[in-house]
Structures are given as C-alpha cells and as structure tokens.
C-alpha cells in the first residue's frame, strides 16, 4: 500500500464524484489516514505544500489537514510519535477544522 498517491489528472477529464466531500476540488499530495503526524509532516515539507489530502482505506477523500495543523498537533502536550492523523478528528469521528470548517482535521480532545 503506498503511503503516498500523487497523481496528476488530465485537464480533459471530468470529474467523478460519489460524494459530497468527493465534489469539493481538492489537489495536493494525497495520504492515507492512519498515516502519523511525523511522516504527514515530512510529506509536506517534501512537497513543498501547504496541506495534504487525506484518503481512507478505502481511497475514498475524507479531509484535508493543513501544513500547520499538523506542527500545532505535534507541539501539543500530548503528542507522541505514534498519533496518526485519524487520531485528530473533532471527536465525532467526523474531520473539522479549528473553526468548524469540514475537510479540515483538529485536535480530538
């Protein structure tokens, strides 16, 4: 399973959407979700991106979590290396964001 799926799309292709988070345009590194913070982070840097587009096991989208999201995660008081991104959910199971934006991962707490 490769950690990372970073496929560019034909500008003549048309989307395909099976959901509504699938019909948002999204582009970016893609990951995997249980994927940790520390490689997610490292991903990042290495692509020079400001976020990355989160695919469950499935391949199907789940979110977005940004560049900063993942440092504010990491210098958090109760990071370990072992805290994967689908540990940081809103705590509904759903992705939200600091300031309720969906796609977005937070802080579960």
Same mark, same amino acid.
Do not use: C, K, N
């Given at each position: &399973? ?8 034909? =500008?003549? @292709? $048309?989307?395909? *959407?099976?959901?509504?988070? !699938? ?11 249980? &994927? ?8 990042? =840097?290495? @692509? $020079?991106?400001? *976020?990355?587009?989160?695919? !469950? ?32 959910? !809103? ?19």
């Amino acid at each position: &399973m490769p950690l990372v799926q970073m496929q560019p799309r034909p =500008a003549t @292709a $048309g989307p395909v *959407h099976s959901t509504a988070a !699938d019909a948002m345009d999204v582009t970016g590194p893609q990951v995997w979700h249980d &994927m940790t913070v520390e490689v997610a982070l490292s991903v990042s =840097a290495a @692509a $020079g991106t400001g *976020h990355l587009v989160l695919r !469950d096991e499935d391949g199907q989208y789940v979110g977005l979590v940004t560049r900063a999201r993942l440092v504010a995660v990491r210098d958090s008081r109760g990071y370990t290396d072992r805290v994967r991104l689908s540990d940081i959910t !809103d705590g509904s199971g759903h992705f939200a964001g600091h300031d309720g934006a969906p796609g977005v991962l937070a802080l579960a707490g």
